[in-house]
């Protein structure tokens, strides 16, 4: 069984940095589509990058130029980054790990319709989310 467990959460100013890791255990998570989603308390869960085995990524256009998202399965490694550069107040969520997502575009997700990402088998992992908050 799959699990996912994320850190490098944490509080910054506006413009600041921060650089989430996530760690894959259970399965071999080279082949699957991986991606970071975000959610703000009262707001659906929605996607912020993904990216697929082949490196080919996906970002939502809020986070375009901000945000970098990359993979390192080599030699059994299964990690997961997301790179938050100009961080904004908006940017202020709870940030899940994602894997074996059944798109691997954003836009495609999106279009499944509203709330789609948590119904079943559209993401079939996720981590317990890493709170990421940013002040102005």
């Known amino acids: 069984q799959g699990h996912l467990e994320e850190s490098g959460g944490g509080s910054v100013q506006t413009g600041g940095s921060l650089r989430l890791s996530c760690s894959g255990s259970?399965?071999?998570?080279?082949?699957?589509?991986m991606g970071w989603f975000r959610q703000a308390p009262g707001l659906e869960r929605e996607g912020v990058a993904l990216?697929?085995?082949?490196?080919?990524?996906?970002?939502a256009d809020s986070v375009k130029g901000r945000f970098t998202i990359s993979r390192n399965n080599a030699n059994d490694n299964n990690i997961l980054y997301l790179q938050m550069d100009s961080l904004k107040p908006e940017d202020t969520a709870m940030y899940y790990c994602?894997?074996?997502?059944?798109?691997?575009?954003?836009?495609?997700?999106?279009?499944?319709?509203?709330?789609?990402?948590?119904?079943?088998?559209?993401?079939?992992?996720w981590g317990q989310g890493t709170q990421v908050t940013v002040s102005s």
């Open positions: 990216i697929d085995a082949g490196g080919t990524t996906s970002y």
């Open positions: 994602a894997s074996s997502i059944a798109r691997c575009r954003l836009s495609d997700l999106r279009a499944l319709g509203i709330g789609a990402v948590t119904r079943p088998g559209i993401v079939n992992y």
């Open positions: 259970g399965l071999t998570y080279g082949s699957y589509c």
